[in-house]
């Protein structure tokens, strides 16, 4: 297989001022030579455009693209060794799923045993076998985005490229499908850069997660390296769900000895939430004493701290229950301070009702502190 290197890639489209409008804004990239590498954002961030120059379908204008250590900036798509799966499948509707899958072998000139010899391997290993002579209008979408891939596969590229190949499935065929391309890297042993707006995709199948937000990026790591020590309150906010919950405030130092610090909220409707904060967290905003920060914890860390629950004093605070979300294994409970609204994960037999009024803790070894200027994780 192969690396892949983007170094100091831009994309910029002109505009009617000639200005031009910059969607890929200098981004430094490597994938490691049979990686699965996801790129996560919202729309618009610039991910399917940095795909599309990878696979030469776009041009850049400026920086390198390194394929195998090869420079591929004014190379052709055909002779980047490279093999894409659209979103949209781009499937020839005359043709049968064998002659989709051989056609690209057939453009190649390909003697006719390699040809049927690739497609029926392909096919045994995507279990599309019983379809080979059928026409895609006469399968699933799933089976239709399996016949994509195995058109991919048959080419045995260096590198395969996914853009958004399950946005068109359901729910329920888009957990299957995931699997088997999960799968199926596994089994290749290949170099993988797949696209998706979803963040469970990308939690669920990469070995590195790449996320992005307006042509930049913002956290390359592993799935819980981005879930457990996000870099800002972006990738925060962006892996997880239901996302981290974030509480604007300020840092104080309360009257009298100890390294501890207060969390204040920043709320000018009612009296604030505060509460104490652990020694790491105490550590790590000393610097922010007086200043403006962001209190981040995820659902399921925001722990309930009734009569019965050991929780040390000033460590919990009130908060209303605004709605209930039963989910089956887990109960979704919406709270809010007054001020702020978040979201606490707690067990289906636990029991809340709208309007009552309870009270939580924080689980401080698993939160994070933010500059609220800069975004950026205090560390």
Same mark, same amino acid.
């Given at each position: !297989? ?22 890929? *804004? ?6 490691? %030579?049979?990686?699965? !590498?996801?790129? &996560? ?8 455009? =940095? ?20 420079? &591929? ?15 949209? #499948?781009?499937? #020839?509707?005359?043709?049968? &799923? ?9 453009? @190649?000139?390909?003697? *006719? ?29 799933? *089976? @239709? ?17 996914? %853009? ?24 290749? +042993?290949?170099?993988?850069? #797949?696209? =998706? ?22 956290? &390359? ?22 996302? !981290? ?24 409707? +009612?009296?604030?939430?505060?509460? !104490?904060?652990?020694?790491?967290? /105490?550590?790590?905003?000393? /610097? ?19 009569? %019965? ?30 001020? =702020? ?14 309007? *009552? ?8 070894? /698993?939160?994070?502190?933010?500059? +609220? ?7």
């Amino acid at each position: !297989m192969a690396t892949v290197t983007l170094s100091r890639l831009v994309k910029r489209y002109p505009d009617k001022t000639g200005g031009g409008v910059t969607v890929v *804004q200098g981004i430094d990239l490597e994938i490691r %030579d049979r990686e699965f !590498m996801v790129l &996560v954002g919202p729309s618009g961030c610039g991910k399917s455009t =940095t795909l599309r120059m990878v696979a030469g379908l776009e041009e850049i204008s400026g920086g390198t693209i390194l394929i195998d250590g090869r420079v &591929v900036n004014d190379v052709p798509p055909k002779d980047r060794d490279i093999a894409m799966v659209f979103q949209n #499948y781009a499937l #020839y509707p005359h043709m049968s &799923v064998y002659e989709n899958m051989a056609f690209g072998l057939r453009l @190649r000139k390909f003697p *006719q045993d390699e040809i049927d010899r690739r497609v029926r391997e392909a096919s045994a290993m995507l279990g599309l076998d019983p379809y080979l002579e059928r026409k895609p209008k006469a399968l699933s979408g799933g *089976q @239709r985005q399996r016949v994509a891939v195995g058109r991919a596969i048959v080419r045995k590229p260096k590198v395969f490229l996914f %853009d958004e190949p399950l946005s068109n499935l359901d729910a329920k065929m888009r957990v299957s499908t995931r699997a088997e391309i999960a799968r199926l890297h596994a089994r290749l +042993a290949a170099t993988m850069i #797949y696209v =998706t707006h979803d963040q469970v995709e990308a939690m669920t199948m990469g070995d590195r997660i790449c996320v992005m937000k307006d042509g930049r990026i913002m956290q &390359v790591d592993a799935p819980l390296g981005l879930y457990n020590h996000p870099d800002n309150v972006f990738v925060a906010g962006f892996i997880g769900s239901p996302s !981290m919950n974030f509480f604007k405030g300020r840092l104080r130092k309360p009257a009298g000895p100890g390294p501890l610090l207060e969390f204040v909220e920043a709320n000018d409707k +009612a009296e604030p939430a505060r509460f !104490m904060l652990d020694a790491r967290l /105490s550590a790590l905003g000393a /610097s922010h004493v007086d200043k403006d920060v962001i209190f981040g914890i995820r659902p399921e860390d925001v722990l309930d701290a009734g009569a %019965d629950s050991p929780t040390p004093p000033g460590r919990s605070i009130e908060v209303a229950v605004d709605v209930t979300e039963p989910m089956g294994a887990e109960t979704y409970l919406y709270l809010n301070t007054g001020a =702020t609204s978040f979201i606490a994960r707690v067990r289906p037999t636990d029991r809340f009702q709208p309007g *009552q009024a309870v009270r939580v803790s924080f689980k401080m070894e /698993s939160a994070h502190l933010f500059d +609220a200027v800069s975004e950026q994780v205090l560390r």
